[in-house]
């Protein structure tokens, strides 16, 4: 698949593992692809991000959005929310955790284990961020994969990088049109 790819997406691919690598996370997340995709200049996808305004502060509170929910052990405001529904106090929890076990506690930043091929493994929503691409390329009746493809994939699946997107303005159907 990753022949299909464009050089602006294959830039973003590039981009989140070697964001993984220097972050310390042991895999490749969907947020890496993410951050790799708003590090793009001349691409479509940079493009789009740029029409629906997710440059400076509002890209720098996008990133906090994302820490916040990392910080959370990767829950969702929809999660947090669910499990207040049921008494469940996510916010309690994690500053208890971080009081015992220090800040970013819930992270998954701890050095990877041994790896067998030597590369940074993608996560499973990472890997089906992937195959959406492909599929919303089909879908357009378009031959190559390019960083739009992976931007509105990232929208589509559920999960902590769709919600603070969409917090932020940025949705599948918000991409769909300034990608028109």
Do not use: N, W
């Given at each position: 698949?990753?022949?299909?790819?464009?050089?602006?997406?294959?830039?973003?691919?590039?981009?989140?593992?070697?964001?993984?690598?220097?972050?310390?996370?042991?895999?490749?997340?969907?947020?890496?692809?993410?951050?790799?995709?708003?590090?793009?200049?001349?691409?479509?996808?940079?493009t789009a991000l740029r029409a629906l305004g997710l440059t400076g502060p509002r890209r720098a509170s996008l990133e906090a959005a994302l820490a916040?929910?990392?910080?959370r052990g990767g829950l969702s405001k929809a999660d947090t929310d669910a499990l207040a529904g049921l008494g469940i106090d996510v916010t309690e929890?994690?500053?208890?955790?971080?009081?015992?076990?220090?800040?970013?506690?819930?992270?998954?930043?701890?050095?990877?284990?041994?790896?067998?091929?030597?590369?940074?493994?993608?996560?499973?929503?990472?890997?089906?961020?992937?195959?959406?691409?492909?599929?919303?390329?089909?879908?357009?009746?378009?031959?190559?994969?390019?960083?739009?493809?992976?931007?509105?994939?990232?929208?589509?699946?559920?999960?902590?990088?769709?919600?603070?997107?969409?917090?932020?303005?940025?949705?599948?159907?918000?991409?769909?049109?300034?990608?028109?």
């Open positions: 698949m990753f022949e299909r790819f464009s050089p602006g997406a294959r830039a973003v691919v590039t981009g989140a593992v070697t964001r993984a690598e220097r972050l310390g996370p042991p895999t490749v997340t969907e947020e890496h692809l993410l951050l790799a995709l708003l590090d793009q200049e001349d691409t479509r996808g940079a916040e929910a990392r910080r929890i994690v500053a208890r955790v971080e009081e015992t076990h220090g800040p970013g506690a819930l992270t998954d930043d701890r050095p990877p284990t041994s790896r067998r091929s030597g590369r940074r493994p993608f996560t499973r929503e990472a890997k089906k961020v992937l195959e959406g691409s492909l599929r919303v390329c089909l879908g357009r009746r378009e031959k190559t994969i390019g960083d739009e493809h992976l931007l509105l994939a990232l929208t589509a699946r559920p999960g902590v990088v769709s919600e603070a997107l969409a917090d932020h303005g940025v949705t599948y159907t918000a991409v769909e049109g300034v990608l028109v």
